[in-house]
């Protein structure tokens, strides 16, 4: 227990104290930065108790307010520094949260608090704990979710989830994807009549079995359903419940979208897929670089398969890559000089990037796949799938949570310490580089009269 704490408190140490020097180095640097023009003023209300508020502008629910009221509200600290503070309390509270799930996932004290560490210092997600939005607190109640969700306290992890959504109405995807999960699970092990006693241990769904079981649980449910129990119907009603009332309320609401929806409409972008493959891979290259050679050898067997993806992937580039008429409007964001400076720049440079994406692809499936424990692959794949093909806007923040799931999977330690190494140093570098050019790198736009900032 001595060394967990030693680890654990020393990494804790450092990241919190490098990181509130930076947060008070954005501060001084620039009082409004980017979407908190429509955030910050909700965050004083709310904080204010003033409920009655809003700005049509916001496309999120008030997750993000209601937990400033009850954290600041009652003190009074309702200024940009304090409001700014909350994205910097979860960051440290995620640091925590995410030493939890390592702890299930990773050997040795040393390897769970670097992880832990180097997970939070995830450059675009480590930007986001200085300023007044929504994905850090997201973020937060998810990763929550997922550990109540694991050690079965359903109750308690769909009140979680609601809060979740009550942040980000796409966290609902997340609420889905391991409730789900759970009652796949279950019903698997009332069919195969392998229900776990112990409770903390919960059934895997064997791929071997998979046709059959699911050819029985739509036959002939009753044989199924009739083996179920009280207690597996009251923690997949937690989730039902939170799953409703979502549905209800995207009835009532007239979509997902809270507010400026006609620029956040639905729609089928399939390349969300693809960039976010590439996300994964640019975040975690050093896990990536080792299946190289393994994909090669994947390819080298699989020729037909690999010449019908490019072609797949070609059509999919050609005919169905969206560009949002933010990305090239607001040069405030990392991802406009991508665009205007490749993707848009050159024709040929989105297609020469289909082997990267399959690569990359390959990389995350291989990772995601257990073929002793079908259930979360299929879940997650659907639903992140879902989730990213109906977003029309090309934005970084909405890759974090699934990148951070699916980072949680790698095995990435043991005998290999130099991927976490690698990782740590390729994201120190890149957030001085990029806080670097915060710093020093200033826009004017003619409606505004303060300088502008690049940020992710």
Same mark, same amino acid.
């Given at each position: 227990m001595a060394n967990i704490n030693i680890f654990l408190v020393l990494t804790f140490g450092i990241y919190a104290g490098i990181s509130k020097i930076l947060f008070d180095n954005v501060y001084k640097t620039s009082n409004l930065v980017v979407d908190e023009e429509f955030h910050l003023p909700l965050g004083e209300k709310y904080c204010h108790f003033n409920f009655k508020h809003w700005d049509p502008k916001v496309t999120t629910l008030p997750g993000l307010y209601l937990v400033t009221s009850i954290i600041l509200g009652p003190f009074g600290l309702c200024s940009i520094y304090w409001l700014r503070t909350i994205s910097f309390i979860f960051s440290c509270m995620n640091f925590i949260l995410l030493y939890m799930l390592f702890s299930s996932r990773v050997e040795g004290n040393w390897e769970k608090a670097c992880s832990s560490l180097v997970l939070n210092l995830l450059p675009p997600l480590h930007f986001l704990s200085n300023i007044y939005y929504t994905d850090v607190v997201s973020l937060s109640s998810i990763l929550l979710f997922i550990i109540l969700n694991e050690r079965r306290c359903h109750y308690y992890a769909s009140i979680a989830g609601a809060i979740s959504i009550l942040c980000r109405q796409t966290n609902v995807i997340f609420v889905a994807i391991f409730g789900g999960e759970y009652v796949l699970r279950e019903l698997y092990g009332f069919w195969s009549k392998k229900v776990k006693t112990n409770s903390d241990k919960p059934n *895997? +769904?064997? !791929?071997?079995? +998979?046709?059959?079981?699911?050819?029985?649980?739509?036959?002939? #449910?009753?044989? !199924?359903?009739?083996?179920?129990?009280?207690?597996?119907? =009251?923690?997949?009603?937690?989730?039902?419940?939170?799953? +409703? %009332? %979502? @549905? !209800?309320?995207? @009835? @009532?609401? $007239?979509?997902?979208?809270?507010?400026?929806?006609?620029? *956040?409409?639905?729609?089928?972008?399939?390349?969300?897929?693809? &960039?976010?493959? =590439?996300?994964?891979?640019?975040?975690?290259?050093? &896990?990536?670089? $080792?299946?190289?050679?393994?994909?090669?050898? %994947?390819?080298?067997?699989?020729? @037909? =398969?690999?010449?019908?993806? +490019?072609?797949?992937? $070609?059509?999919?580039?050609?005919?169905?890559?969206?560009?949002? #008429? &933010? =990305?090239?409007?607001?040069?405030? *964001?990392?991802?406009?000089?991508?665009w205007s400076r490749f993707y848009g720049k050159y024709w040929w440079f989105r297609y020469a990037l289909i082997p990267i994406y399959i690569f990359s692809l390959y990389v995350i499936i291989k990772t995601l796949w257990n073929k002793n424990d079908f259930s979360f692959f299929f879940m997650f794949v659907v639903g992140v799938s879902a989730l990213l093909i109906s977003q029309s806007l090309l934005e970084l923040r909405y890759f974090l949570v699934p990148y951070v799931i699916i980072r949680l999977k790698m095995k990435n330690l043991g005998k290999k310490r130099i991927h976490l190494c690698l990782e740590f140093f390729f994201y120190l570098v890149v957030n001085i580089l990029t806080y670097n050019i915060f710093f020093k790198k200033t826009l004017y736009w003619s409606d505004i009269p303060y300088p502008q900032r690049i940020i992710w």
């Open positions: *895997h +769904i064997m !791929v071997k079995d +998979i046709k059959l079981f699911i050819t029985d649980l739509l036959t002939t #449910p009753g044989r !199924v359903l009739k083996k179920t129990t009280i207690d597996f119907w =009251l923690n997949a009603s937690c989730y039902i419940a939170v799953l +409703i %009332f %979502f @549905l !209800v309320f995207c @009835l @009532l609401n $007239g979509g997902i979208v809270v507010g400026d929806k006609n620029a *956040h409409s639905v729609s089928i972008n399939i390349p969300q897929i693809f &960039y976010f493959s =590439l996300f994964c891979l640019v975040f975690a290259w050093p &896990y990536f670089l $080792g299946e190289v050679f393994n994909f090669f050898k %994947f390819a080298r067997c699989n020729k @037909l =398969l690999i010449v019908g993806l +490019i072609a797949i992937f $070609g059509s999919i580039v050609h005919f169905n890559t969206i560009v949002h #008429p &933010y =990305l090239l409007a607001d040069n405030r *964001h990392f991802i406009f000089y991508v």
